[in-house]
């Protein structure tokens, strides 16, 4: 079955004809009676869309994860494209398979098979401590895991919502965590480093991932914070890793969201905690700039929607022009696109 159109190119005023993930769907109630609210979703992002009545009463049930033939308008709300659903098909199962995954599953723009082996480069070249090393190389290398972690998102729609986006945002926070620790040298690197290594780890029991990525019941109930700790504890207890070593690193997974009203267990106490905190919430950041500025139209300077997890929306300013002086030294994984060039081809 052909795709139709994507998300990214759906602008106010558009008809849509395509096919897409409703990666959400809840009923809820207007003045003029119930409607559904869904979220859309392909591989080139997503946006919400809206069943009015009376056509929603002609839907019972629209399970999360269903692939849907969709049709409609979208225009714009509050700043942000809607689209109005007028026509809307379940695909059964036969079709289901028939379809395009990689058309509908937004996923990293990087290799992640190369941003795997990058982090596995970087650990080797970083872990001079045997029983860091150890660690490491023996939750790395653990299959199950191991698969997880290459494919899990990174968060439900803030950032990194998509396949490999938790290892990207690894990779990313430990190269920034790398370079914080080659400026302060009060940094216990190692341990800042394994911080940053698996300061996420528990997203892979937090999320389920796949087509209908959403919270599992360990998620809600416990959060990614405690799960994290929780599956390094057997790699803990053989890695021979010093007591107050566990404990530090312990002290970075749960504290590393900054503050209690942001999902912490504890306040960063110590200047690794802190700057494990920083690195994380600047890459989260940058990361929602990028998909924020892929969705505008063209390349110049402008305003995007507004962006509730940030509180404002943000401009795109212009850009200093390259010249044959300017030097920027590129990391490993931008051989082929940096994050921002990626914004840009999208656009």
């Known amino acids: 079955m052909e795709k139709g159109c994507y998300v990214k190119d759906i602008g106010a005023g558009s008809e849509v004809r395509g096919l897409f993930v409703v990666s ?43 692939l849907a033939w969709i049709e409609g308008r979208a225009a714009c709300f509050r700043d942000e494209v809607q689209v109005t659903v007028e026509q809307l098909r379940l695909l059964d199962a036969q079709a289901c398979l028939d379809a395009d995954l990689a058309a509908l ?82 940094l216990d690197r190692q341990t800042l480093l394994a911080g940053a290594l698996f300061h996420d780890l528990g997203k892979i029991r937090e999320f389920s991932g796949g ?26 207890a053989k890695s021979g890793l010093e007591v107050d070593l566990q404990r530090h690193l312990k002290h970075l997974i749960l504290s590393h969201h900054g503050e209690l009203g942001f999902g912490a267990v504890r ?46 929306p943000l401009y795109r300013a212009a850009r200093t022009p390259e010249t044959s002086t300017t030097v920027r030294k590129k990391a490993p994984r931008e051989k082929n696109l940096s994050l921002l ?7």
């Open 24 to 66: 959400q769907a809840t009923q809820a109630q207007s003045r003029n009676g119930p409607y559904w609210r869904l979220t859309l979703t392909d591989a080139s992002g997503s946006l919400e869309a809206k069943i009015w009545h009376p056509l929603s009463a002609n839907f019972t049930d629209i399970p999360a994860g269903s």
């Open 105 to 186: 599953m937004p996923a990293s723009p990087y290799s992640l098979d190369g941003m795997l082996a990058e982090l596995e480069d970087i650990a080797k070249q970083e872990f001079s401590h045997a029983p860091w090393r150890k660690l490491v190389r023996s939750v790395l290398s653990h299959e199950e895991l191991r698969a997880a972690f290459r494919v899990c998102p990174a968060a439900k729609g803030i950032h990194h919502a998509y396949v490999g986006g938790l290892l990207e945002h690894t990779l990313s926070v430990v190269t920034v965590c790398r370079r914080i620790a080659d400026h302060y040298a009060l």
């Open 211 to 236: 087509m209908a990525n959403d919270y599992t019941d360990d998620g809600r109930l416990l959060g990614h914070l405690m799960l994290g700790v929780e599956m390094l504890e057997p790699f803990l």
């Open 267 to 312: 306040e960063p106490h110590t200047p690794e905690a802190m700057a494990l905190h920083f690195a994380d919430n600047l890459d989260a950041k940058m990361a929602q700039c990028v998909g924020l500025f892929a969705r505008m139209e063209g390349k110049e300077p402008g305003w995007t929607p507004w962006q509730s997890s940030l509180n404002r």
């Open 341 to 347: 060039e990626c914004a840009n081809e999208k656009t």
